[in-house]
């Protein structure tokens, strides 16, 4: 099992910036890829951006690219989202999530809310 912690959701006004976190801990020797979803009032759950636990190719959704960077930081077992020029559309609950070997996202974190002032 792996369980997931994040922090660092809050309010930002339009063209802000947040950092959000995401520590695993548990069995990550088993971690394949680490990702970032949200979800937004009335809408399906979205991929956000996803990285390889070890080596491989970082991905994002074409909205996010060039304003979120997802980023890993071994040591702490802890993966980032950085978010710049944060836009109001980009409101939701942000989900860390993480994928074994299967390469299926069995583990989610519990949440946290982003809330972007226009």
């Known amino acids: 099992q792996v369980q997931l912690a994040e922090s660092g959701g809050g309010l930002v006004q339009a063209g802000g910036s947040l950092r959000l976190s995401c520590a695993a801990s548990?069995?990550?020797?088993?971690?394949?890829?680490m990702g970032w979803f949200r979800q937004a009032p009335g809408k399906e759950r979205e991929f956000v951006a996803q990285i390889p636990w070890t080596d491989g190719r970082i991905s994002y959704k074409d909205s996010v690219k060039g304003r979120f960077t997802i980023s890993r930081d071994a040591a702490k077992n802890t993966v980032y989202l950085q978010m710049n020029s944060l836009k109001p559309e980009d409101t939701a609950v942000y989900y860390c999530?993480?994928?074994?070997?299967?390469?299926?996202?069995?583990?989610w974190g519990q949440g946290t809310q982003v809330t972007v002032s226009s």
């Open positions: 999530a993480a994928a074994p070997t299967t390469r299926r996202y069995e583990y």
């Open positions: 548990g069995r990550t020797s088993d971690l394949y890829v």
